[in-house]
């Protein structure tokens, strides 16, 4: 159990449909990661919180794509008009602050996504 | 040409050898980091280096920064150390995130 919570674990939604996703992450890690891969690929940046502000977001993440993190805790992940596309597995991960002594990423167990 | 490179993809070896497997990677980093996947999904961070050599029980890794390039070796391999390992590094230049190998699939028989 690596700490860091994801729900759903599974979600099947059909396309146009809008999904939202879960993470909470380890309660001292204030980054916060979400990542979305697909089968056989490694994982993709698609966004990064420090606290509560949102500071990096991938050119991936569209217009359909929202995160937030609304007090620094857990994050969520929305997307609204779901396309066939956005299917894939979306990880979160958070890690402890820069000046921590071990900066390693803790992943959460993924939701995965398949829009029919 | 990805920004960074694993080899070999596929991988399979008997109990007990010695295993390499390697990162080359073309950015400037921060940092690199060493994960192992299960299936269904599960991710767990085996190391974070930017300089030399770490150790953890069988597993070891190194970085040469200069060269770029990276080795993940697992000693006395077990069938439980089948999975799927993932290199991935941070970018001096991109903040936090990282940018993810493919991965290099690791299948150990008994």
């Known amino acids: 159990d690596t700490g860091v919570s994801q729900d759903p674990r599974h979600k099947i939604t059909k396309r146009g449909q809008n999904v939202t996703f879960r993470c909470d992450p380890i309660?001292?890690?204030?980054?916060l990661y979400w990542y979305r891969q697909t089968l056989g690929q490694g994982p993709e940046f698609l966004t990064y919180?420090?606290?509560?502000?949102?500071?990096?977001k991938s050119r991936l993440l569209s217009d359909r794509f929202s995160a937030e993190r609304p007090k620094g805790s857990f994050s969520t992940l929305e997307i609204q008009r779901t396309e066939q596309g956005d299917s894939a597995m979306y990880l979160c991960?958070?890690?402890?602050?820069?000046?921590?002594?071990?900066?390693?990423?803790?992943f959460g167990s993924g939701t995965q996504l398949s829009v029919l | 040409k990805n920004e960074v490179e694993q080899s070999p993809q596929n991988l399979t070896a008997q109990e007990g050898e010695f295993i390499t497997i390697n990162c080359s990677y073309s950015?400037?980093?921060?940092?690199l980091h060493w994960l192992q996947q299960h299936p269904g999904g599960g991710i767990v961070s085996l190391f974070m280096?930017?300089?030399g050599k770490k150790k953890h029980g069988r597993l070891i890794a190194t970085i040469n920064i200069q060269e770029k390039h990276s080795s993940l070796h697992i000693t006395a391999s077990h069938p439980r150390d089948s999975a799927v390992y993932i290199c991935?590094?941070?970018?001096?230049?991109?903040?936090?995130?990282?940018?993810f190998g493919e991965g290099t699939q690791l299948t150990v028989n008994p």
């Open positions: 309660s001292e890690h204030n980054r």
């Open positions: 991935a590094v941070g970018r001096e230049t991109s903040g936090s995130r990282l940018t």
């Open positions: 280096l930017s300089s």
């Open positions: 919180f420090q606290n509560e502000a949102q500071l990096e």
């Open positions: 991960a958070s890690s402890p602050p820069f000046w921590a002594t071990n900066e390693k990423l803790f």
């Open positions: 950015v400037g980093i921060s940092a």
